[in-house]
């Protein structure tokens, strides 16, 4: 059942809806971090000298020049771990529309969704992408101390995280939400499984800026299959 919808997703990754946003949330991604890097050369060219003099030494000069190149090279190396989940963030706005694109394909018969309020979406985003990123950073914390058993600890947590979060996305839009979380605690050993088979390329540079969207795809089939079972 896992595999099915793993392979069915990979499909709908391809189409011009799922590309779309990937690319909205790049191209986000980008522009905040291009943006983060110009307010901090403005804030070095207001608050930092063009020169200073210095004891034994004397007259110090592109002081500021110089702290705006340094900071350049600080940004890359950020941007290098904060693209993701930044791009990931904002790709979780526009997971409904890939939701829906895969019921309109697949399961063109289904009613309409419980739209869910813009408040809703946006709490939920917010406390799915926090989560995920303060407990990765607890556990690179704990990395160093149990390196042989660190992928497992990567692939585990990472696993149960997306396997509660987008199974229940995917549960609310067509249940309450004390119905979503009950289906999930009863088919929580699949969401995991389901989680940590998502976490494999969120471990891959590039494929894992397409995650958010094959976990969306991914576990909209998974629901169905696991209510379609359960009738």
């Known amino acids: 059942m896992i595999i099915s919808s793993y392979i069915k997703a990979w499909g709908d990754l391809l189409r011009p809806g799922a590309l779309k946003v990937v690319g909205i949330g790049v191209a986000l991604s980008l522009g905040l971090l291009i943006a983060i890097y110009v307010a901090m050369v403005w804030l070095i ?16 000069g592109h002081i500021d020049t110089a702290l705006s190149i340094f900071s350049a090279g600080i940004m890359l190396v950020a941007s290098a771990f904060l693209m993701v989940p930044v791009a990931s963030a904002f790709t979780g706005f526009f997971l409904e ?3 829906e694109m895969v019921e309109d394909v697949h399961y063109p ?3 309409p969704v419980r739209k869910l309020t813009l408040a809703e979406s946006f709490m ?3 406390r799915f ?3 995920i990123i303060v407990a990765n950073v607890i556990a690179l914390m704990i990395y160093p101390f149990v390196i042989p058993l660190a992928p497992l600890l990567f692939f585990g947590l990472n696993g149960y995280l997306l396997g509660r979060e987008y199974f229940q996305m995917a549960a609310m839009r067509r249940m309450e939400r004390e119905a ?4 999930y605690r009863r088919n929580k050993l699949t969401a995991w499984m389901a989680g940590a088979l998502m976490a494999v390329p969120l471990s891959i540079p590039l494929v894992n800026l397409f995650v958010p969207v094959l ?3 991914g576990f909209t089939h ?3 299959a696991v209510t379609g079972r359960r009738g």
Do not use: K, R, Y
């Open 180 to 183: 979503a979380m009950e289906l």
């Open 222 to 224: 998974l629901f169905h």
């Open 109 to 111: 018969t289904l009613p």
């Open 215 to 217: 976990g969306a795809a």
């Open 129 to 131: 992408f926090g989560v």
């Open 97 to 99: 529309d890939v939701a």
């Open 124 to 126: 939920d985003t917010v």
């Open 45 to 60: 060219g207001w608050l930092v000298p063009a020169s200073v003099t210095l004891p034994l030494i004397g007259q110090v």
